[in-house]
Structure formats: structure tokens, C-alpha cells
């Protein structure tokens, strides 16, 4: 079978590589891991032609090919080994036009490669409103490889590059000229590795020469081959480096005199300066940070009210009319009182997490998002941390899971570990939903100074809540983990740009999807074993209920419809899931809870947002009108033995607590084990969020009980 032709698309961080990614493979992308590592592998189709489709990777932003981080790790090892799968059979190095000096730099890298190469310049528009100009025809000519001027936000230059592309495949390009004299810096021992090891460029093989240790390509006989070589020829491998990125700096000086014309002295300002100006002042730039988060939050409430009451009420009218025409008898309680209360619990929410996505989809693509890294590098560095840190912080409102991930991009190992163990502390969205339904309950849904909503504002009070027990665990972290590593925080900030409107929206909706397909099954599959759980019992204690109450309705058949309820709530207790919830009681009553929630919080542990399903499915179970009220009523109903109301003002902010907290969530456990390699921190991690959620927790309740 032929391999299908493939393109690697290589470039800095916020060049736009991203961008041209999407704006080439469409739908046709998918999410799997480069070999034998935890970083994300993004590939695509393109249809590059009629009868030309390649297979677009997406490698991790890199400044350069001396790698720092994990991300860069990999973007250097899919490069440099001749014989991997995943070495493509061209390179499209994305640089940003308007800081070209600096990109040009990577491209050298690239292009001594000896790999077929395509540049393709974006931020033109940019570099316009910068004063500078880019002659393409002689860069093209200076560099030796083709280069093409694009804008992938509004797919301008793709049928050009697409051209360039099919130029290089359909023909035998002409070898491609070394950019800059490495066996000068060298010497004649760079050939000696080169024929050693099988290699096809210069380049290659001095990165061969200075981590030939490290290289899984290179096999103990050429090790040993290559280290006497070295040795034979006192190799110095700092000073060699420092001088080949002289070498390619002085080379590029040239080529920008070349084909760069800059106004001078002055320099214009961009627009993106002139509000970075207002937005990253100290005392103005936190004030609007503020405003914008409360407003994010204010947003999450305000718009999603609608379409959830449509939806809460589009399933209370499901599941009247299921009770109608469905016979009473197990079946008819499995469908609606398992299923159907399951699905609904967890649906409702779904405006919420795809509001909450997009916002930060459109923070993200305007550029704000780094600019929230940078504004916060200061409160960072007083927890042990620095701004890159922010990015999985903020990501974690979303995901724990991505946003553990994304601190692969810290190069200091102490503050990324500390960043991984921190992260989940962060309000996810899988949060969200207990947060809604308990503010709902027991916070009144009023306004403060006519335009703020309470509710709005105790959200926006658990997630910085979140935020700053984040910074004091950090903080405290910092004291325990003994690595001695110092660290500089350098970030580029992209220029401000309008959102790509059709890209939130599908962000949006593939997010609603994932919500709902990937937690849905979860919870299908809970809701089953629970609604099980619930109906059925020890024969002994399930028959001794039905006895009881069967002798009750024949003495008092005026109390038909009170003692079938209190039959349900019998059976209930004596239950499967009614043993085990009064088995846990004894440890969660101090902080306000009944067994009803103990099971809850056993059945979330699978995933927070199964809260609300469990108490669908338990507050369903036994039901005789099924679907005349939703769950919140039903919560709101509820009743402890002595007839008190279960969820009281010191109840539910216990239990908001609780779930700010505590780690309720197998898959961030899971992710947090493969980052680290270890089962140490996920179980340190465990215990340390389940003890500041059980003792913070226990402190609320007899505060407000």
C-alpha cells in the first residue's frame, strides 16, 4: 500500500499555524499521540488537488530546534529522525511577516533540514500597519525555497500555497543549498558522523554530535562511533552552537536588508499596541480583567435561562406523557425514572457549557487570553509560578484534562508539576451543574444595585474561590518540592483580532456534542446501575416494607396517595442504594448531608456533573407521578425525618464547597498519572483536595447551620 504523501506544518507560537491548519483540512481532522509520548497529535486531509490528498500534521510551536520544553521535544525528534513514520516529505514553516527577523531564524533551521520546504508568510496585514514591506520574489530567491504570502482567516493565498505544494510533488525539486557553512564552524569530524550514522544533511548531523545520548535513532554501535570521534576532535558543544546561531543571524541580516523595507526611525503603532497601552496597565488592565470575568459569569446565567427552562420543561412534558400511555409496572419506572430522569438531570445544562466555551473561545481568539498570562505573571511568581502557568489555570475553567496537558509548554519542571497538581482546583465545567442547581436552590435569584445578579456573583465567587486555593496550594507546593530550577517568563503577545465568529460557533457545538455523547453515556450507564440499585433490595428488608404498608392500606385506604409515597420512600431506604448511603452517613453528616447526597457523592466520582443525574435518578425512583415536577422542585421539597428541609442555606454552600474542592473526576486522575509518570501525585493530589474540601466544608456548615 502506498503511503499517503505528508505535510508537517512547523512554525512559533502564535504564528498562525493554526489557523492555516484548519483553513486546509476542514473537518477532516483527528486527535490521537505521537509515539511513546503524552503529546497530542493533530492530523488532517487535505485536498491539496483533484488527484492530490496529503496528510497535514500539525507539530507543537517551537522558536527553534534546540528544544526546551515537552511540545518542542517532539516537533525536534519527528524532524530529525530520518526514519520515522512521521517525518514528512515536505515542511510548511509558518512565519509571521510582521516579527520576520526572529522567524527567519527557525526557517534556517528548517531548511538545512534538506527536507523539501514551503514558507508561508502570514500577519502581512500586520506588518502593513508596522510600516514594513516584504519583497516575496527575492525572499523567495534569498532563502532558496519557495515562498507564498496567506491569510487563513479569510482564506487568502491557500489555492497558491496548494500550487506550491502540488509543484514540489509532481516534480524532483533541485537539491536545496545549505543556509549557512556548518563544516566551517565544524571541521572535517561533522562528515565522519554524517557517513556513520546515514545521514542526509550537515545539519542533521550536528544535532547528531550534540545529543547523541538522547537520540532513540542512533543505536549503541554508533554512540560509541560517534563519541570517539568527538572526542578525537574536542568537541565544545555550547561554543559550536552559539556560534552557528551567529552564523544564521548575520546570514539573515542580509537577507533582510534584501527584502525588507521598515519606515524609519518611526516605527508606526498598531492598533494591538495602542490597547495594550490600557488593557495591560497595572491599575486599569486588572480593573477590566475583573469586569470581564464577572461579565463572563453574569453571561453564563443570564443567557442560558431560556433555552434551559425550554429544556427542563421539553423533558417534564416527555415524561408526563410516557407515564400516560406506558403501563405501571418496572418497566415504565426504568424509562422514566432511570433513563429519562438521568439525561434530563445532566441536558439542561448543556447552554451553560457551550456559553461557557465560547466565551473563552472568544477570548482566546481575540487575543485577550494571553494578555490575562501576562497581566497575572505577577501574582504567579508570588505562588511559586509564572504567567505561563495562567493558560492551564484559565483552560481549567473548561477542562482539567486539556488543561493539564497544556502545561507541557512550561519548560521549568518544579513549576509545571506544581501547575499539573494545582489545575483541577480550578471551577471546571464539569462543575458547573452542581454549581447551577444548588445556587438555584439555596441562593434567592435576586439583584444587587438593580443590575447584578446574586447568583452571578456566587459564581463568580466559587471560581475564584478555586482560583486563589489554587495560588495558596501552589505556594505551599513550592516549599516542598526541592528542584532548583530558575525560570524567565518571555511571551509574545498576539495582535488583537476580531473572533472568528463561525469558529466559535462550532467550537460551541462540537463541545454541547462531546457534553452530551461522551458524558451521556456516562451517566446513562450510572443512571442504570443506580436506578437498580434503588429499586431493588434484600429480599428480606423489601419484602417486610411491602408487608407493612400493605396492612397500613387496608386500615386506612383514605390514606391511599400519603402512604404509597411514604412506601416509595421506605423501599428506597432499604434499597441497595439506600444500605449504602446510610453506611457513609455517619462521615458526611457533620457537614450537613443525608444518605441520599452520600450517594451522589459516591456516583460523581466518576464525573462531577453525575451529581445531578444521581439525584434525578434518586429522587425519581418510587416516584407515583412521574414527571409532574422537575429536580429542582423535587430538591427543593425534600425532607429530612424530622420534616427540616435537607437543602437549607448551610447545606448547599457545604456542598458547593465540597465540589469546589474536592476531586470528584476518574479522568483528570488518569491524565495527571500519564503527565507524570507516576501514581504518586494523582494519589497526593486525591487525598490533599479531598481533606481542604471535607475540612472547608465542615467549617461552612457550622457557620451557617
Known amino acids: ?81 530520518q526514519n520515522s513514520a512521521d517525518r514528512p516529505d515536505l515542511i510548511i514553516v509558518i512565519a509571521d511577516a510582521s516579527n520576520l527577523k526572529r522567524n527567519l531564524l527557525f526557517c534556517s533551521q528548517i531548511i538545512d533540514l534538506k527536507i523539501p520546504v514551503v514558507i508561508a508568510l502570514t500577519m502581512m496585514d500586520i506588518a502593513r500597519e508596522k510600516g514594513i514591506t516584504i519583497d516575496t520574489t527575492e525572499l523567495q530567491r534569498q532563502m532558496g525555497v519557495p515562498v507564498v504570502a496567506i491569510n487563513p482567516r479569510k482564506n487568502k493565498g491557500i489555492a497558491q500555497l496548494k500550487k506550491a505544494i502540488s509543484d514540489i510533488k509532481q516534480s524532483n525539486p533541485p537539491a536545496i543549498p545549505d543556509f549557512i557553512d556548518i563544516p566551517s564552524i565544524t571541521g572535517t569530524w561533522l562528515q565522519e558522523i554524517k557517513l556513520v550514522c546515514g545521514l542526509d544533511s550537515n545539519y542533521a548531523a550536528l544535532h547528531v554530535a550534540c545529543n547523541y545520548n538522547e537520540l532513540r535513532y542512533i543505536n549503541a554501535a554508533q554512540r560509541i ?168 489555570l484559565i483552560s481549567g475553567m473548561a477542562c482539567a484534562v486539556p488543561a493539564i496537558m497544556a502545561a507541557r509548554t512550561i519548560q521549568n519542571r518544579k513549576e509545571r508539576l506544581i501547575t499539573i497538581m494545582v489545575t483541577p482546583l480550578m471551577s471546571c465545567s464539569a462543575r458547573l451543574p452542581v454549581y447551577t442547581i444548588l445556587i438555584a436552590l439555596v441562593i434567592p435569584d435576586r439583584s444587587i444595585l438593580g443590575i447584578f445578579n446574586l447568583q452571578g456573583l456566587v459564581l463568580m465567587g466559587l471560581y475564584l474561590l478555586g482560583f486563589f486555593m489554587a495560588l495558596l496550594v501552589a505556594r505551599v507546593m513550592s516549599y516542598v518540592i526541592k528542584i532548583k530550577e530558575r525560570t524567565f517568563f518571555l511571551m509574545e503577545l498576539p495582535v488583537y483580532r476580531a473572533p472568528r465568529w463561525k469558529n466559535v460557533g462550532i467550537t460551541m457545538i462540537q463541545k454541547g456534542k462531546i457534553f452530551i455523547t461522551d458524558v451521556g453515556k456516562i451517566i446513562i450507564v450510572i443512571a442504570l446501575i443506580l436506578w437498580t440499585l434503588s429499586a431493588f433490595g434484600p429480599p428480606g428488608r423489601m419484602n417486610a416494607v411491602e ?34 448511603g446510610h453506611a457513609i452517613e455517619p462521615l458526611i453528616r457533620p457537614l450537613g448531608y443525608d444518605w441520599k447526597i452520600g450517594i451522589a457523592l459516591i456516583t460523581s466520582f466518576a464525573a462531577r456533573e453525575v451529581f445531578v443525574g444521581t439525584m434525578a ?41 465540597f465540589y469546589a474542592f474536592a476531586m470528584q473526576c476518574m479522568s483528570t486522575l488518569a491524565i495527571v498519572k500519564r503527565e507524570t509518570r507516576s501514581w504518586k501525585y494523582p494519589l497526593v493530589q486525591f487525598v490533599y483536595m479531598f481533606g481542604i474540601a471535607y475540612l472547608s466544608s465542615l467549617l461552612v456548615y457550622q457557620l451557617f447551620k
Request: proline share 4%; glycine share 8%; charged share 20%.
Open 225 to 392: 562511533q560517534v563519541a570517539a570521534i568527538l572526542g578525537e576532535a574536542g568537541f565544545h558543544k555550547s561554543k559550536v552552537q552559539a556560534e552557528e546561531i551567529m552564523q544564521r543571524y548575520r546570514r539573515i541580516d542580509t537577507v533582510m536588508q534584501q527584502c525588507v523595507v521598515a519606515e524609519s526611525p518611526m516605527k508606526k503603532m498598531v492598533v494591538s499596541e495602542r490597547i495594550d497601552k490600557i488593557l495591560l496597565h497595572p491599575a486599569w488592565g486588572n480593573l477590566i480583567l475583573l469586569l470581564v470575568l464577572f461579565l463572563l459569569f453574569q453571561s453564563i446565567f443570564w443567557l442560558a435561562q431560556y433555552p434551559m427552562d425550554w429544556i427542563e420543561h421539553g423533558f417534564a412534558t416527555l415524561g408526563n406523557w410516557l407515564g400516560a400511555i406506558l403501563p405501571q409496572g418496572l418497566l415504565r419506572d426504568l424509562i422514566i425514572n432511570g433513563v429519562l430522569a438521568g439525561i434530563s438531570g445532566i441536558a439542561v445544562f448543556v447552554p451553560q457549557i457551550m456559553i461557557l466555551f465560547g466565551l473563552i473561545t472568544v477570548l482566546e481568539d481575540s487575543g485577550y487570553m494571553a494578555r490575562i498570562s501576562f497581566l497575572t505573571d505577577r501574582i504567579m511568581r508570588s505562588a511559586g509560578l509564572n504567567g505561563r502557568s495562567v493558560m492551564p
Open 1 to 81: 500500500m502506498q503511503r499517503t504523501y505528508s505535510i508537517a506544518l512547523v512554525g512559533n507560537p502564535n504564528s498562525g499555524k493554526s489557523s492555516l491548519f484548519n483553513a486546509l483540512t476542514g473537518l477532516n481532522q483527528k486527535v490521537g499521540n505521537f509515539p511513546g509520548v503524552t503529546v497530542d497529535k493533530k492530523t488532517g486531509i487535505s485536498k491539496i488537488t483533484e488527484s492530490l490528498s496529503v496528510n497535514v500534521i500539525d507539530l507543537p510551536g517551537t522558536y527553534s530546534l534546540y528544544p526546551k520544553s515537552a511540545d518542542e521535544q517532539v516537533t525536534y525528534s519527528v524532524l530529525l529522525h
Open 547 to 580: 408487608e407493612k404498608y400493605t396492612s397500613l392500606l387496608t386500615l386506612h385506604p383514605e390514606q391511599h396517595t400519603q402512604l404509597e409515597r411514604d412506601k416509595a420512600s421506605a423501599k428506597l431506604e432499604n434499597s441497595f442504594a439506600g444500605i449504602l
Open 617 to 657: 435518578t434518586l429522587y425519581s425512583v418510587g416516584d407515583t407521578e412521574a414527571g409532574k415536577e422537575t429536580l429542582r422542585e423535587k430538591m427543593r421539597d425534600a425532607r429530612r425525618e424530622d420534616g427540616a428541609p435537607v437543602y437549607t442555606l448551610a447545606t448547599g454552600l457545604s456542598l458547593l464547597i
